[in-house]
């Protein structure tokens, strides 16, 4: 089953716009992670975030976790053309780092 | 570094074929793993390893398996494909540090079709 379950699923902005996604987990987990995956392509790490932290930052990207909500969010800042791609999120749900992945949220930027 | 590479990209078979793909990597990572990807569809696990000699099963280990003799080597093999089989699959490897398990570092992907 998908652990995490990322929301809205497809997300369509301008250029220099912010984009949010936010995903939801249903057990106790160590730590979540963010990954890009362009299209055709394989995944690309972004930012992980452990259960004893409540935000981190990247660039231009920003990662909250409330545990107590069993939550996640994803923050773009001043995105780009080159931010179009598939966001998924992904707990470490049973251990040895076995990754639990979201459904993954398509953010399209227009120019 | 090459990081994780995954050989065929590409690869089509006939309902029963037999084959194995290879995914290497150069980062002497600890863990590695086998994913699939179906469209609409996050990643699902089919088997993981923590080290040389070991292999262990995922979410969806049904009608794959798994080698791993050497640390950099982690081979998926279908003895009798599917059309359910028709997938892209990842590879991943992750390094073990301090004792804490991290990052997952993805290989590109092979894309499966089979008729």
């Known amino acids: 089953s998908q652990q995490g379950e990322e929301d809205p699923q497809a997300l369509s902005i301008q250029e220099g716009e912010n984009a949010t996604m936010n995903c939801s987990y249903k057990t106790s987990i160590n730590n979540l992670q963010w990954y890009r995956q362009n299209s055709g392509r394989g995944l690309v790490h972004l930012i992980l975030i452990r259960s004893n932290e409540r935000e981190k930052h990247s660039g231009r990207l920003r990662v909250t976790l409330d545990t107590s909500k069993k939550s996640s969010s994803l923050l773009i800042t001043a995105s780009r053309a080159a931010d179009t791609a598939s966001y998924f999120c992904?707990?470490?749900?049973?251990?040895?780092?076995?990754?639990?992945f979201g459904k993954g949220n398509q953010v399209v930027v227009i120019p | 570094n090459a990081g994780v590479t995954q050989t065929p990209k590409f690869r089509v078979l006939k309902t029963g074929q037999s084959m194995t793909l290879l995914c290497a990597q150069d980062?002497?990572?600890?863990?590695m793993y086998w994913y699939r990807q179906d469209p609409g569809m996050g990643l699902r696990l089919i088997h993981y390893?923590?080290?040389?000699?070991?292999?262990a099963k995922g979410e969806v280990p049904d009608g794959y398996n798994v080698s791993r003799l050497k640390k950099q080597n982690f081979l998926l093999g279908l003895e009798s494909a599917a059309p359910s089989q028709t997938s892209v699959y990842f590879c991943a490897s992750t390094p073990v540090t301090s004792g804490i398990v991290d990052t997952q570092y993805f290989g590109p992907g092979t894309r499966l079709t089979v008729l």
């Open positions: 390893s923590v080290g040389e000699g070991t292999t």
């Open positions: 992904a707990t470490d749900l049973y251990g040895n780092n076995r990754l639990a």
């Open positions: 980062m002497n990572h600890e863990y």
